[in-house]
């Protein structure tokens, strides 16, 4: 008897689970439904005269009160611009000025996609790469601070220093 309710029991288990077969299923996707939605945030503009540029978006970003100076650098169609403000605000006040300068950088049609940063090592970065281009070494002045940018993130393991009294093992 107790057999007899188990297979009973299975029965109506696996019988739930089956697919219903139900006439009010719903209707297939109208291609001729589609939204349609306006781009908000215009495509990138090429720019021409890269120099021209940075020269106008570093002012207007240096228009923004507590802005103490600002700096940028044109790669290709991206705009870095770096701002320097003063050392005793804190993090919320200094991201509050980056969202100005950001909300200053939309209204031109060139700072709408570019990038914004307050931090005081990366300014003095773009700064320096700034000066190379303008004395007419872009790509070795580029060059030269990302190796000092990556050189400042990469993490230093202890079991990766060799001293001079030791020599690397020989994997043969």
Not at 40 to 62: G, T, Y
Not at 71 to 99: E, F, H, M, P, R
Not at 132 to 149: D, H, K, M, Q, T
Request: net charge negative; with cysteine; glycine share 6%.
């Amino acid at each position: 008897m107790r057999w007899l309710i188990a297979v009973i029991c299975t029965a109506v288990l696996l019988t739930g689970c089956g697919k219903q077969n139900n006439d009010e299923t719903s209707p297939p996707p109208d291609d001729s439904r589609q939204i349609q939605v306006k781009q908000s945030v215009p495509p990138k503009k090429e720019i021409k005269n890269p120099q021209e540029v940075a020269e106008r978006l570093a002012d207007l970003a240096a228009s923004i009160p507590e802005v103490h100076e600002a700096t940028c650098v044109v790669l290709g169609n991206t705009a870095i611009v770096g701002v320097d403000v003063s050392g005793v605000l804190d993090a919320s006040q200094i991201g509050t000025i980056k969202y100005s300068v950001a909300e200053a950088l939309r209204t031109d049609p060139y700072g709408v996609h570019a990038i914004v940063t307050a931090d005081m090592d990366l300014y003095q970065r773009i700064q320096n790469i700034a000066a190379e281009v303008r004395a007419g070494n872009p790509v070795s002045g580029f060059a030269n601070e990302l190796a000092e940018i990556i050189g400042r993130i990469m993490p230093q393991i202890p079991s990766d220093i060799i001293t001079p009294e030791e020599e690397p093992a020989d994997n043969r």
